[in-house]
């Protein structure tokens, strides 16, 4: 049986379009990681809207959901003022994680103020329906 893209992938995390000078810089919060059992890969799309410095994006993983969060080799992207209007990807495939990690969570940090912004993280489920695990701020698909 053939499924649909959005019963294989599904919103994970987010965050709207903002001025990310001085924005938490965990996604999806601060408490919490998304849990990496439920997802075979992950999409990191960052949309650039207008910057003045340097924006960079990375992701890190954790054995615990509020644990210590530690890099993951190769997966950033730093981008600046010449970026603007462009969209990035960062791609991850669940065997990347460090040993014994579970939990991811995108972390951003930037250089300079006016730092424009949207950040989507897609996760392809292990088990679909992706659906079943999406975030609430993914509303109803138009099929």
Do not use: C, H
Not at 5 to 11: H, I, K, L, R, S
Not at 89 to 109: C, G, H, K, M, P
Not at 114 to 130: E, F, R, T
């Amino acid at each position: 049986m053939v499924t649909k893209g959005y019963e294989d992938w599904a919103t994970v995390a987010f965050q709207a379009p903002v001025d990310a000078n001085n924005v938490d810089a965990t996604l999806p919060s601060a408490t919490t990681g998304i849990d990496m059992s439920l997802w075979d890969q992950i999409l990191v799309i960052v949309q650039i809207g207008v910057t003045t410095g340097t924006l960079t994006i990375d992701l890190r993983d954790s054995p615990a959901t509020n644990g210590s969060y530690t890099a993951i080799t190769g997966k950033t992207k730093t981008t600046t003022g010449t970026d603007d209007g462009l969209i990035f990807i960062i791609a991850l495939n669940v065997s990347e994680l460090n040993a014994s990690a579970r939990f991811l969570r995108a972390y951003q940090d930037n250089s300079a103020a006016s730092q424009l912004q949207a950040v989507l993280i897609l996760g392809k489920a292990v088990n679909p329906p992706a659906t079943d695990n999406k975030i609430a701020a993914q509303q109803t698909v138009v099929d």
